[in-house]
């Protein structure tokens, strides 16, 4: 029975002064999750400032119960009937992947069957987490449950419902902005990757596969361990009746734009055979050209230009083989069978225009030439 199993709910993370403008909605709403089995909720605290701190467990004990532990090596306490719950707080930035990867890794010690994260700046419909348990028990196959993502306060738009990944590794959501009605959600369907914002995994499939890539720090990590699930033989599916609200920002930073050029090329270094990285090579050469005459243009030339000094470093190349040999060794799936779910255009609303759908033409008309090629 789905009730005997017990769910760690991880809220991700409040950064210095973050929390104060979404803990308190994130922590009502789950409180309110109609869900009856074992839970506790585990708070997340990335650099912050001892005031943003004092908030929010402040926070924590007025909606979930008596005084918690600040920091993870103090023992949990129990709240004060609704939840347990303990918080863990990082004393430097630690990025996305390992500030998770630190709440995931006590919850798996302290024998939790479900690992769900949801973002702090997201709110959750009541019968979410019973929705994400019963998409994952409805299949031994599935390793991850991404919920159905809406826009906040635009409640009928999609943030995600699923999201795709680029044979060039650009990861990007299905449906932003799109109205719900245009798509068919009643079914839970398969999806290259889930959303870090609102995610079940199941315990036993990161114990096999692992974490988050704590050196991609922020951004792409996601996607990253989708590919490695599916590469190990799970699926990755959407729960379309476990409802999530995300108040989304998209951002353009240079910082952003670093992180996610240098991890997307870090995947697909990672995840593809090598048969397929000589296919696409010509392909990612061409694409290279052009982002960099894009940030020359768009003022992150810099960034750009630090994202191929990461990958000149010796040291880099010694991690990145490392971890290439430890993603290969979990794969049960052939690149055929993966790329069938690999798109040849980026797809993404706020990212749409002329030089993208000139560039979406030629790559998705490469794309479909060489996927004919790969056969193992």
């Known amino acids: 029975m789905a009730e005997n199993k017990k769910v760690a709910i991880i809220i991700s993370p409040n950064w210095r002064d973050y929390g104060r403008r979404y803990l308190a909605d994130c922590l009502t709403s789950i409180r309110e999750q109609d869900w009856t089995g074992e839970s506790k909720i585990f708070l997340l605290d990335n650099e912050s400032s001892e005031e943003s701190f004092a908030f929010l467990r402040g926070t924590a004990e007025q909606l979930l119960g008596k005084p918690t532990p600040a920091l993870r090596t103090t023992p949990p306490q129990e709240g004060n009937g609704a939840l347990p719950f303990e918080i863990i707080r990082e004393e430097k930035n630690e990025g996305f992947a390992k500030t998770n990867n630190d709440a995931m890794r006590s919850a798996l010690s302290q024998g939790f069957d479900y690992l769900v994260l949801f973002n702090i700046d997201t709110e959750v419909e009541p019968q979410t987490i019973r929705e994400l348990v019963k998409t994952a028990e409805s299949d031994n196959r599935i390793g991850a449950v991404q919920a159905r993502l809406m826009l906040h306060p635009e409640k009928d738009k999609v943030n995600s419902i699923g999201n795709a990944t680029h044979f060039l590794g650009f990861g990007y959501t299905v449906g932003f902005k799109e109205h719900l009605p245009k798509f068919k959600t009643s079914d839970n369907r ?100 052009g982002l960099l005459a894009f940030s020359f243009k768009s003022g992150w030339f810099r960034e750009k230009l630090q994202v191929y000094r990461y990958f000149l470093s010796l040291s880099n190349w010694s991690k990145l083989l490392k971890s290439r040999h430890e993603v290969q060794k979990l794969r049960k799936v052939g690149d055929r069978k993966i790329v069938n779910m690999i798109s040849g255009k980026i797809l993404f609303q706020d990212l749409d225009g002329l030089p993208l759908r000139i560039a979406n033409f030629f790559f998705n008309l490469y794309w479909q030439i060489i996927k004919l090629l790969i056969v193992w």
């Open 190 to 289: 398969d999806i290259f990757y889930p959303s870090g914002a609102a995610v079940l995994f199941k315990a036993e499939v990161l114990r096999e596969v692992g974490l988050f890539d704590e050196e991609y720090w922020m951004y792409n990590e996601d996607q990253e361990l989708g590919w490695r699930l599916w590469l190990a033989g799970w699926r990755c599916v959407l729960a379309a009746d476990a409802v999530v609200y995300h108040k989304y920002e998209f951002s353009r930073s240079v910082t952003k734009l670093y992180w996610m050029d240098r991890n997307r090329t870090f995947t697909i270094l990672k995840c593809y055979r090598l048969a397929t990285l000589i296919l696409i090579f010509p392909a990612f050469l061409l694409m290279e050209l």
